[in-house]
């Protein structure tokens, strides 16, 4: 078993799929992640579901709004138990300070993350929101925002780990999506590494989606992953 457990995106279309594959699953052996299709379809009810069987559930809806808009809703996520919850870095820093202190003010406080710059997301297509230059400087002048908001990290690619890391500590957590066993393809992420290569670059929790939701056993390709992240590697080079 590793120290952080992989955190498993059920991004399904229908919530019967996404109870189907966590029931193949023993509690503990990873987190799950509840994003934006599913909760639409579970709402609530889902994520308190998976939280009162024993599940530590990342309610990952990327909150971006005005700042008192973001505090109610981190003050509603909080209420369902969940473990993480995000919001958006790009949403400033009063925003950020904001949810920091109504997840504060719950009597259940779970992790407060923000995400930088989507996986998507290359030099490309971020000078096309008028985001200029290589998206690790972006990361970093994001990442900056949430650690001086009091949040406990940072939603990145593994490609920025390990400077989120130098910068801003080990205890600063780096949450990294886009991450695909050895041999799978990218799909649509633009900045991908394999689970070695991410734990070895700094990353604290990696998102793992289709690998393990679209495998013949998944239950197998779990272990699989773990066995990966516990492999010795040198960190990502540059994409």
Same mark, same amino acid.
């Given at each position: ?25 023993? +509690? ?21 579901? !998976?939280?009162?069987d024993g599940w530590?559930? !990342?309610?990952?809806?990327? !909150?971006?709004?005005?700042?008192? *808009? ?9 209420? /369902?138990?969940?473990?993480? +919850?995000?919001? %958006? ?27 930088? +710059? /989507?996986?998507? %997301? ?5 000078? $096309? ?9 972006? +990361? ?25 890391? $130098?910068?801003?500590?080990?205890? !600063? ?25 991410a734990m070895a670059?700094?990353? *604290? ?7 393990? *939701? ?26």
């Open positions: 078993m590793v120290a952080n457990p992989p955190i498993i995106a059920l991004d399904y279309r229908d919530v019967a799929s996404a109870r189907a594959l966590v029931e193949q699953l023993p +509690v503990g052996a990873c987190r799950l992640k509840v994003g934006k299709e599913l909760f639409v379809r579970g709402g609530p009810a889902l994520v308190e579901s !998976f939280v009162a530590e559930v !990342f309610l990952d809806l990327k !909150f971006h709004d005005i700042p008192n *808009t973001v505090a109610g809703a981190c003050r509603a996520a909080a209420d /369902l138990g969940v473990w993480m +919850v995000n919001v %958006h870095a790009l949403g400033g820093l009063a925003m950020l300070e904001a949810a920091r202190a109504a997840i504060d003010q719950r009597p259940h406080s779970p992790l407060l993350t923000a995400v930088t +710059v /989507l996986t998507s %997301h290359d030099a490309e297509t971020l000078a $096309q929101t008028g985001i200029e230059g290589p998206p690790e400087a972006a +990361v970093l002048r994001l990442a900056r925002l949430a650690f001086e908001a009091g949040l406990d990290g940072v939603v990145c690619s593994a490609w920025e780990a390990d400077a989120i890391r $130098q910068t801003f500590g080990e205890d !600063f957590r780096r949450v990294t999506p886009g991450v695909r066993p050895s041999g799978r393809g990218d799909d649509d992420q633009r900045r991908v590494v394999t689970p070695q290569a670059g700094g990353s *604290t929790d990696l998102v793992i989606g289709r690998p393990i *939701t679209q495998a013949a056993d998944p239950m197998a390709a779990l272990v699989a992953i773990q066995n990966e992240m516990q492999i010795t590697e040198g960190p990502p080079t540059s994409p």
